[in-house]
């Protein structure tokens, strides 16, 4: 009890942290810093992180077995690996992906899954070439104090036409950050068609949920 109790606090109060900051260098750092314990204590029924998992199986639910075998995958803001890691069970092969944290980074690498990964800042233009993956999928990115809406834009780009874009944003947010307005302009632009933004749940065992985007490139 007391062990789950302490794993409860720290998750909560590292979270606060990053939640806190809007300074790139700083979430950098604390990403950095929770690398290690990031899996464990997210997985710890006082949060249930349920994000990866919901969106591995949208993208299979979408696209097939044979489509998600096939396809090329980004895994923006990939973070330790969890995305990619139920991405590979659910039968995707080649899986790409970037985090702004080096620390997290080393950590998706053991997984063992990704064909490459790179740091990168999402807040700015993405490396890949226009229409270079198949599917994007964004989970855990979306959230306060972190990436804004305008990354959707670079999400469209690199994905290619009848392509898929899987992205989760927080339920307190969506309005309020701008993300609705994004999803909304990006389906008036007729760059993608909306195919669902679902309110799910997110971290379970905080009672936390987000919209599960899913978005078709055109």
């Known amino acids: ?17 990053v939640y806190a900051s809007s300074d790139v260098a700083a979430t950098r750092a604390l990403y950095d810093e929770w690398a290690t314990t990031y899996d464990a204590e997210m997985a710890d029924a006082s949060q249930n992180y349920v994000g990866p998992a919901l969106a591995a199986a949208c993208v299979l639910r ?6 998600t075998a096939r396809a090329a995958v980004l895994d923006a803001g990939c973070g330790t690996g969890l995305v990619g890691l139920h991405l590979a069970r659910a039968g995707a092969r080649t899986i790409d992906g970037i985090d702004l944290s080096p620390g997290m980074l080393a950590v998706a ?3 063992g899954v990704y064909r490459a990964l790179d740091a990168v800042d999402m807040s700015g233009p993405l490396p890949p070439r226009d229409g270079a993956y198949a599917v994007a999928v964004c989970i855990g ?9 305008g990354a959707m834009d670079e999400l ?15 339920a307190d947010i969506w309005e309020t950050g701008g993300y609705a307005a994004k999803v909304a302009a990006l389906v008036a632009e007729s760059r993608v068609k909306l195919l669902g933004a ?7 065992g905080a009672g936390v949920q987000a919209r599960l985007v899913v978005l078709e490139v055109l």
């Open 1 to 17: 009890m007391g062990s789950t109790a302490t794993t409860a606090n720290v998750a909560h109060e590292t979270l606060a942290r």
């Open 62 to 67: 979408t696209l097939g077995p044979e489509a």
């Open 109 to 111: 690498r053991k997984t």
């Open 141 to 149: 990115t979306f959230t306060q104090g972190h990436v804004g809406p």
């Open 156 to 170: 469209v780009r690199v994905v290619k036409p009848q392509g898929l874009v899987v992205a989760t944003v927080l």
């Open 198 to 204: 679902e309110l799910t749940d997110y971290r379970q």
